[in-house]
């Protein structure tokens, strides 16, 4: 089972601000089958990125994807209010798994 | 318009079956490369794949759960159904169901339902 460990926990920026989220594989994840989703308090997630570097149907182009093999960002440009939530990659290989999260807060 | 709904108990007592249905619309699962994953979630904790099945019957599993997991699909319903066997109280969190598009990142969600495993 591949394990993906995400950095910072938390990251509290002001809004304007650029973030940039780190996700890393225990193992290199094929053919870049990594996404990354948002979820804000009691919603379901909604996928941003697939294919470590694609966007989403009506993403804005704030959000942007990279990364190969072991490591991916993701990264958002300027921090808009509705971007504080809490981020999740995913690799979708044969098992599927979730990083644990990272939290986007307020400064 | 794709929509996916989950449904089942809302609480359940240790050692007992857990039976989730995901109802859907605006697709098929008879058209080839379909899928649908259930994931779930605890309180204030991370997401957690639990079981993908196909439009060709093939199933995937969670290996950490896979002994109480079993995915089916009623393809003339619309429907995908869960069960996990051998509740417990650490199983408690919103189960949602998913669909998969885009080689497997899950492009469209259900809203969830809080299943509470209590005596």
């Known amino acids: 089972e591949i394990v993906l460990t995400q950095s910072p926990g938390t990251l509290s920026l002001s809004p304007g601000e650029r973030a940039t989220l780190s996700c890393r594989a225990s193992q290199s994840v094929s053919s870049s089958y990594l996404a990354w989703y948002q979820q804000k308090p009691g919603q379901a997630p909604r996928l941003l990125i697939y294919?470590?570097?694609s966007r989403a149907t009506g993403i804005p182009d704030r959000f942007s994807g990279s990364g190969s093999g072991t490591d991916f960002t993701l990264t958002i440009s300027r921090l808009e209010p509705e971007d504080f939530a809490v981020y999740y990659c995913?690799?979708?290989?044969?098992?599927?798994?979730f990083g644990q999260g990272t939290k986007v807060e307020i400064k | 318009q794709i929509t996916l709904k989950e449904s089942g108990p809302t609480l359940v007592k240790p050692t007992q079956t857990l039976t989730l249905t995901c109802t859907f619309s605006?697709?098929?699962?008879?058209?080839?490369?379909?899928?649908v994953g259930w994931i779930r979630q605890p309180p204030g904790k991370a997401l957690e794949w639990l079981a993908l099945?196909?439009?060709?019957?093939?199933?995937r599993y969670s290996p950490s759960l896979k002994s109480r997991l079993t995915i089916t699909k009623d393809t003339s319903k619309n429907q995908v159904v869960l069960t996990m066997t051998n509740m417990d109280p650490v199983d408690t969190a919103t189960y949602y169901c998913?669909?998969?598009?885009?080689?497997?990142?899950?492009?469209?969600w259900g809203q969830g339902t809080l299943v509470t495993v209590s005596s």
């Open positions: 995913q690799q979708y290989g044969s098992s599927p798994t």
């Open positions: 294919g470590a570097s």
């Open positions: 605006g697709f098929s699962l008879s058209t080839s490369g379909v899928g």
């Open positions: 099945i196909y439009w060709d019957d093939d199933k």
């Open positions: 998913a669909l998969p598009l885009r080689g497997g990142a899950f492009d469209y």
